[in-house]
C-alpha cells in the first residue's frame, strides 16, 4: 500500500508521530496537573474543575487559533519547512519549561511559546503532504495518504500517555513534561534528515508568488492583528463579564476582526477562487461543533475516568500496567484542611483521603464525613477495610491518563481498515465524496455520545462508577467519525484551497478548531452544574446532530464545488 505513495509521505509520519507524542503527552496530563493539590506528593497547581475547564479550553483554542498566523508566514515569507523547524524548537521550549516548578510566570509563558509554535509548525506540515501529492501519479491517493498521516499522530497519542503516567507517578510532573520536550526535538531531527536524503520534500516546500492586489503581510498585520488584538483587550476588561469569563470574552471579541478577514479574503478573491473558499468557510463553520464535543476528552471525559469510572486493578491488570506505569494508589487516612480560594475567600473544607473535590458550589464534600475518599464507591471503601482490616489500606487504581490512550488505540487499528475499505468502494466507484465523508464523520460523532448517555444511566448518573469499557466504547464510535471527519478536512483544504493561500485557509480550518476547543472548555466547565450526567452528554449528542443536519442542507452544494473543482484541476 506505501510503495504507491510519495516516499516523503513516511518522513512526515514520523515528524508528525513525535510532535504528537508531545502534545498529546501534556494533553492527557494536563488537566490532572491543574487540579492536582499543591499539598501533594508531586504538587499540582490545586485549581477547582472549573479554572482548569477554563484554562484547558483557552489554551485548546489559542493553539488551534495561531495556525492562522503561521500560515501566512509560511506563503509570504519562510516556506514550509523553516516554519515547521521554527514552531518544533518553540514547543519544544514550552514544555521543558513546563518542568519548572512552583512557577506561575514559568506556567503561563511555556504555555505561550507551546501556541507559538503549533502555530507555526500544524498546518505547514499538513500543507507539505499535500503538495507531495500534486503530481499527477498520486493525485487519486490523496485522501487515502491524508488517513495515513492521521494514523502517525495517533501512534504518537496512544504510546505517550504511558510514558506520562510512569514518569509523573515516579518522578513527578517535571519529568513528564520533560519528556514532551524531548519527543518534539527527536521530530524536528527526523524532518531535517529526511529533507537531506529524500528531494522531494525540498521541491514540494515551494513558496506560491502572491497575486497582484494581495494585501502585504505588514498591512495584514495592520488591518488584522492590531484590531484583533484591541477588541481581545476590551473584551478582557469588560467589567464582569458576557460569555462566562474573561477569557471567553477576549477570545470571542478577538475572533470576529479574524472572521471578518476570511469574509474579505473571499470577497475579494477572483471569481474561479469564490466557490471553492466559500465551500471551505462554510465547512469551517460546521466542524466548529464537532471539536467542541471531541476535544471534551482532556476534560469532560478525564473528570468521569477518574471519578465515574472504576478503575480499580485486580492482580492480573495490576502486573500489566506495572509493566509500563506504576499504579496510582489512594490513601484512606484522611485529615481536615481548610480551603481557601484566589482571593482568600473560604471553600469550606476537605479531607486529604479523596484526590478530587467539587469545589465549584463551595460545598462540603458529601459522603467524606466517615472517612471515605469522595472518589471511590461505598463497595470499593469496604473493600479496602476488608483487605487491611483497618481503616489504613490503601486501594491500587490505574493511571487516569492512561484513559486518553483508549482513543489514539482505535485509529491504529481502523485506519487500515478504513483506507481498505474506501478503496473497495472507489474500485466498484461507489466510494463517498471527500464532503461526502465529511458528513458520515458528523452523524457517527453525534452517535458516539449516545454510548455516554447509556453509560451515565446505566451508572445511576455517579451513584456507582461505570465499567471502563464505556470509555471504550464511546472512543470506538467517534473514532470512526473521527478518521472520517478531521484527516478529510485536511484533505479537503488541500484540495479546493487556492495555491497562492494554501496555508492561510489551513490556518482556517484550524482556527475553526480553535473556536471548537474553547467551546469545548465552555462546556466542560458546565460539568459540575449536571446533576445528571446522562444530560450532559445527551447535550453534546444534540449539538452534533444538529451539526449533521446543518452539513447535509449544505452537501448537494458542497459536492458540486467539489467536482468542479476536481474536474478544472485535472
Not at 471511590?376 to 493511571?399: F, M, N, R
Amino acid at each position: 500500500m506505501l510503495k504507491a505513495h510519495p516516499k516523503g509521505l513516511m518522513i512526515l509520519f514520523f515528524t508528525e508521530m513525535w510532535e504528537r507524542f508531545g502534545y498529546y503527552l501534556l494533553l492527557g496530563i494536563f488537566t490532572l496537573y491543574m487540579i492536582a493539590p499543591e499539598t501533594a506528593r508531586f504538587a499540582g497547581k490545586g485549581m477547582s474543575n472549573m479554572e482548569a475547564a477554563d484554562i484547558y479550553g483557552t489554551f485548546l483554542a489559542l493553539v488551534y487559533l495561531t495556525p492562522f498566523v503561521g500560515g501566512l508566514i509560511a506563503d509570504r515569507i519562510l516556506g514550509y519547512r523553516k516554519s515547521i523547524y521554527i514552531g518544533g524548537v518553540l514547543m519544544a521550549a514550552g514544555y521543558i519549561g513546563l518542568s519548572i516548578p512552583d512557577s506561575m510566570l514559568a506556567f503561563y509563558l511555556s504555555l505561550l511559546l507551546i501556541i507559538l509554535g503549533n502555530g507555526m509548525f500544524k498546518p505547514n506540515i499538513s500543507v507539505l503532504l499535500g503538495k507531495l501529492y500534486e503530481q499527477p501519479q498520486y493525485k487519486h491517493l490523496k485522501d487515502s495518504g491524508y488517513n495515513i498521516f492521521y494514523m502517525g499522530i495517533n501512534f504518537g497519542a496512544f504510546v505517550c500517555n504511558f510514558i506520562a503516567a510512569w514518569l509523573r507517578l515516579s518522578y513527578g510532573w517535571g519529568w513528564a513534561f520533560a519528556a514532551a520536550g524531548i519527543g518534539m526535538l527527536i521530530g524536528v531531527a527526523v524532518l531535517a534528515f529526511g529533507s537531506y536524503k529524500i528531494p522531494e520534500i525540498k521541491r514540494a516546500d515551494k513558496i506560491t508568488p502572491k497575486r497582484e492586489g494581495d494585501s502585504s503581510l505588514s498591512r495584514i498585520f495592520a488591518i488584522l492583528f492590531i484590531p484583533a488584538f484591541t477588541a481581545a483587550a476590551i473584551g478582557w476588561l469588560i467589567p464582569d463579564n458576557i460569555f462566562g469569563s474573561d477569557s471567553n470574552d477576549a477570545f470571542i471579541f478577538f475572533t470576529i476582526p479574524v472572521l471578518i478577514f476570511f469574509f474579505n479574503t473571499w470577497r475579494t478573491a477572483s471569481k474561479e477562487e469564490k466557490a471553492p473558499i466559500a465551500a471551505l468557510l462554510s465547512i469551517f463553520g460546521v466542524v466548529i461543533i464537532f471539536w467542541a464535543v471531541f476535544h471534551q476528552n482532556g476534560s469532560a471525559l478525564t473528570y468521569w475516568a477518574k471519578n465515574n469510572t472504576d478503575r480499580e486493578l485486580g492482580p492480573r491488570m495490576e502486573k500489566v500496567i506495572n509493566m509500563v506505569a506504576n499504579t496510582e494508589e489512594v490513601s484512606t487516612v484522611p485529615r481536615e484542611r481548610q480551603l481557601t480560594g484566589p482571593h482568600g475567600e473560604s471553600l469550606g473544607t476537605k479531607m486529604d483521603g479523596s484526590y478530587y473535590f467539587d469545589n465549584y458550589n463551595k460545598e462540603l464534600p458529601k459522603g467524606n464525613l466517615d472517612g471515605k475518599p469522595e472518589d471511590i464507591t461505598d463497595t470499593e471503601w469496604e473493600k479496602v477495610k476488608a483487605d487491611s482490616g483497618s481503616q489504613h489500606g490503601k486501594l491500587k487504581l490505574w493511571p487516569t491518563e492512561l484513559q486518553a490512550s483508549i482513543n489514539p488505540f482505535f485509529p491504529i487499528i481502523l485506519t487500515p481498515l478504513l483506507v481498505a475499505f474506501f478503496n473497495f468502494l472507489g474500485r466498484r466507484r461507489k466510494e463517498p465524496s471527500t464532503p461526502g465523508k465529511i458528513a458520515w464523520g458528523m452523524l457517527i460523532s453525534g452517535i458516539s455520545w449516545l454510548v455516554m448517555v447509556v453509560a451515565a444511566i446505566a451508572s445511576g448518573n455517579g451513584l456507582d462508577k461505570a465499567s471502563v469499557a464505556w470509555l471504550f466504547g464511546v472512543y470506538g464510535v467517534i473514532t470512526i467519525g473521527e478518521l472520517c471527519l478531521s484527516p478529510m478536512g485536511l484533505s479537503l483544504v488541500s484540495k479546493l484551497a487556492p495555491k497562492r493561500i494554501a496555508a492561510l485557509m489551513m490556518g482556517g480550518w484550524f482556527l475553526s478548531t480553535a473556536i471548537g476547543n474553547k467551546l469545548s472548555g465552555v462546556l466542560s466547565g458546565m460539568w459540575d452544574l449536571f446533576e445528571k450526567k446522562s444530560n450532559f452528554f445527551l447535550t453534546n449528542a444534540i449539538l452534533t446532530f444538529a451539526a449533521f443536519l446543518l452539513i447535509m442542507i449544505l452537501l448537494p452544494w458542497l459536492k458540486r464545488v467539489y467536482s468542479e473543482n476536481m474536474e478544472s484541476n485535472e
